[in-house]
């Protein structure tokens, strides 16, 4: 069963800038993935309860307790830019 | 004919839990302190990291929601909230999707003498972003030139409370607001401070003619940090939305910031084009299950709430406004008033007291300081058995808070104890009255008023400490 897929949507909300000749590539690739969903959707899953988790464990917490947190020089050394105390990045909206 | 046009509100309230730790990692809580130093590769959103939900935040949510009378879900699950944006170092922020784990809610607000129920639709637990800062043209967002991440409040437990769109009026919604604000505060569950970002309100705003059931399209409005400006905006919102539908125009869809130097609302023009989210169950981590008697574990657990105490004090005979006040009064200030009643002060007089002159009095200190319920409980007793006239006692009480002495030793060192002995006064009614010859007569005469005249000459000669009522009652019998 095709599966209608707006392709350059999906590549807008994942911001890739994709060529038209990557959009059809991927337009096909994401179409067998979905349509192999659809296929399972069409299973009777009447009476049966949605499984949020494969495994049949629920409530793994841990107690509120500090532990170390990194240094800040070898967390900012992995940032593109920085000024020695935050990570620097361009403005978050238009003007 | 013109359109009366109804406000409908919503408000949508993030609050920061002060856990020791974050949600989802060790690290440290903190507010303010050096950037970037309470990271680690969970709240930075390193590949590989993994994700353990914090046991005390959870218990909290379930306290919050059950404070607000909801139904704690008896299994809830995490998703993940795709959106792209700096200060969310994963892409995604681990939130809670249509298993929250409280729903269904509501919250009594009182503004002037009607009460109306408000209802909570859901509070569910996800995790603070880091926190940006817009350098450049005075720091504000829309003409930045950089921005500044800082990591330290990425992870750190959040519950956002949302509520029906129940609210009709600015001044309900700030009420609502302050009101949460404080149940919040007395759960002990967060800072819930409004000017350090600790809790934070977020307003969805539409008008429609009065009568009509149809929801008008909604504007979010954000960026208030205070209850002051969360009234403001919202009323300049209605005001705004009002006058565009008269003029013939649509309400556009759209987030709206606050400028509180302009009283105005502008349009956000994020560079974010599509608020599709593509929630989907957070693999990391494992649906949550909470159990009949953990729930009531927990309900057993929950302070007296504002509204419980505020019905309690009215049973005692304190006037409703004065309950009203003192059931979201500070608990300092509250200690003292249950002290005092537990000693024996008429809980009518000791709450008028505690939520007038001392909250004033205590708000116009440098210092902070505090009369404990013994202290005050002379104080009142003080002014029943007529020694001190209500305004002295005022000025005592100012004087207690500054000085820490009990009212007694203020009283007197002021000199302004009211001489109540009827024995001291029945002399200096006696010499007046041996004075005025002429005064006594006339008032005999039928002369009503010189009465008067002779009550000022009994507080003149002691030099105003008696108890005028006193001198009154004593003046009337010996001329009677």
């Known amino acids: 069963m095709p599966v209608d897929i707006d392709i350059a949507y999906v590549a807008r909300l994942a911001r890739l800038g994709l060529s038209a000749e990557e959009l059809a590539f991927y337009r096909d690739q994401l179409g067998v993935i979905l349509e192999h969903?659809?296929?399972?959707?069409?299973?009777?899953?009447?009476?049966?309860?949605?499984?949020?988790?494969?495994?049949?464990?629920?409530?793994?917490?841990?107690?509120?307790?500090?532990?170390?947190?990194?240094?800040?020089?070898?967390?900012?050394?992995?940032?593109?830019?920085?000024?020695?105390?935050?990570?620097?990045?361009?403005?978050?909206?238009?003007? | 004919?013109?359109?009366?046009?109804?406000?409908?509100?919503?408000?949508?309230?993030?609050?920061?839990?002060?856990?020791?730790?974050?949600?989802?990692?060790?690290?440290?809580v903190t507010f303010g302190g050096e950037a970037n130093t309470k990271v680690c590769p969970t709240c930075l959103g390193l590949p590989g990291a993994l994700p353990?939900?914090?046991?005390?935040?959870?218990?909290?949510?379930?306290?919050?929601?059950?404070?607000?009378?909801?139904?704690?879900?008896?299994?809830?699950?995490?998703?993940?909230?795709?959106?792209?944006?700096?200060?969310?170092?994963?892409?995604?922020?681990?939130?809670?999707?249509?298993?929250?784990?409280?729903?269904?809610?509501?919250?009594?607000?009182?503004?002037?003498?009607?009460?109306?129920?408000?209802?909570?639709?859901?509070?569910?637990?996800?995790?603070?972003?880091?926190?940006?800062?817009?350098?450049?043209?005075?720091?504000r967002i829309h003409t930045a030139t950089s921005t500044l991440l800082d990591f330290n409040r990425s992870g750190v437990p959040l519950v956002e409370i949302v509520s029906r769109p129940d609210l009709r009026s600015a001044t309900e919604a700030r009420a609502y607001a302050q009101d949460l604000r404080n149940l919040v505060a007395e759960l002990g569950v967060s800072d819930a401070r409004m000017e350090a970002g600790s809790i934070r309100f977020d307003a969805n705003v539409s008008v429609r003619p009065v009568g009509t059931e149809a929801l008008g399209t909604k504007v979010e409005i954000k960026n208030m940090n205070s209850f002051r400006s969360l009234e403001r905006a919202i009323a300049s919102e209605i005001d705004r939305q009002v006058a565009l539908l008269e003029g013939g125009q649509k309400v556009r869809q759209e987030t709206r910031h606050w400028d509180e130097g302009a009283g105005a609302t502008h349009s956000m023009r994020s560079k974010e084009e599509s608020s599709d989210y593509r929630y989907f169950a957070e693999p990391d981590l494992l649906p949550l299950v909470f159990a009949a008697d953990q729930v009531e574990a927990l309900r057993a657990g929950l302070p007296e709430l504002p509204a419980e105490r505020r019905s309690r004090l009215?049973?005692?005979?304190?006037?409703?406004?004065?309950?009203?006040?003192?059931?979201?009064?500070?608990?300092?200030?509250?200690?003292t008033f249950e002290e005092a009643v537990a000693l024996g002060a008429p809980p009518a007089a000791a709450a008028n007291w505690v939520a007038g002159e001392l909250t004033a009095a205590t708000r116009r200190l440098e210092t902070p300081a505090m009369v404990d319920g013994r202290s005050l409980f002379r104080l009142i007793e003080m002014t029943e058995d007529g020694r001190l006239s209500s305004s002295a006692a005022k000025e005592v009480l100012v004087e207690m808070l500054r000085s820490g002495d009990e009212a007694e030793a203020v009283a007197t060192r002021l000199d302004l104890i009211q001489i109540s002995d009827t024995s001291a006064l029945e002399a200096a009614v006696s010499e007046v009255l041996d004075s005025q010859l002429e005064a006594v007569e006339r008032y005999r005469s039928g002369e009503q008023k010189v009465l008067g005249f002779l009550v000022g000459l009994v507080m003149k000669s002691t030099g105003g400490k008696a108890d005028p009522k006193l001198v009154n009652q004593i003046l009337r019998q010996r001329l009677g």
């Open chain 1, 37 to 95: 969903a659809a296929k399972v959707q069409e299973v009777d899953t009447e009476g049966f309860e949605a499984t949020a988790h494969p495994l049949g464990i629920v409530n793994q917490f841990r107690p509120d307790e500090i532990r170390p947190s990194l240094d800040r020089g070898e967390v900012l050394a992995a940032a593109p830019a920085t000024d020695g105390v935050y990570f620097v990045v361009p403005p978050a909206l238009e003007g």
């Open chain 2, 1 to 28: 004919m013109t359109t009366v046009w109804e406000p409908v509100i919503g408000i949508e309230v993030h609050v920061e839990l002060s856990t020791q730790s974050k949600m989802f990692c060790g690290c440290e």
């Open chain 2, 314 to 335: 009215e049973g005692l005979g304190v006037a409703p406004h004065t309950a009203r006040a003192l059931a979201q009064a500070e608990p300092e200030l509250r200690r």
């Open chain 2, 52 to 139: 353990v939900a914090n046991s005390v935040a959870m218990d909290w949510i379930v306290r919050i929601g059950l404070a607000l009378q909801c139904q704690v879900s008896e299994r809830s699950v995490f998703h993940r909230k795709n959106y792209f944006y700096a200060d969310l170092p994963k892409n995604y922020q681990v939130s809670q999707f249509d298993l929250p784990v409280c729903r269904n809610g509501w919250l009594d607000v009182t503004v002037g003498d009607e009460t109306r129920r408000i209802g909570i639709e859901r509070a569910h637990m996800e995790e603070d972003t880091g926190k940006s800062l817009h350098q450049g043209n005075g720091g």
